[in-house]
């Protein structure tokens, strides 16, 4: 199946347990990969055959810059969900949560949850 990705996305959120995390806040990367069947949008050119990348992009923006969430479990679960409801040709996506500033007392370059939900 075809993809279409969108990687990197830097959004700035309150997602997270801590009182801290919900007070502060915090940068979120987000990775999302659409499983979609691109060969018509490939073989005519036309916009309408595919998915519009920027309304995959403003979707995750506002759900990651909306109301906090404990769990980036649960927002990339949101993510997920609304994608698949919004975006009728995606059989399936994938949603990549990280979290470059997870406060677990260590260095890491983050922490991450990945979500893969399909039709």
């Given at each position: 199946m075809d993809?279409?990705s ?5 959004f ?16 979120f990367?987000?990775?999302v990969?659409?499983?979609?069947d ?6 005519t ?10 309304h ?9 810059e909306?109301p906090a969430?404990?769990?980036i479990?649960?927002l990339g679960?949101k993510i997920a ?5 919004a975006?009728p040709p ?9 979290k470059?500033?997870a ?12 979500i893969?939900?399909?039709?």
């Open positions: 993809k279409i969108l990687e990197g996305m830097v700035f959120g309150y997602h997270g347990v801590a009182a801290a995390e919900k007070e502060l806040g915090q940068r990367i987000i990775d990969s659409l499983s979609v691109l060969a018509v949008a490939g073989a050119d036309n916009l309408a055959s595919t998915v519009h990348y920027g995959v992009y403003r979707l995750v923006k506002k759900i990651t909306g969430f404990n769990l479990e649960a679960e969900r609304e994608i698949l409801a975006f995606v059989w399936e996506v994938t949603v990549r949560v990280k470059p500033e406060p677990i007392g260590g260095v890491l370059a983050f922490a991450a949850a990945e893969v939900r399909g039709r």
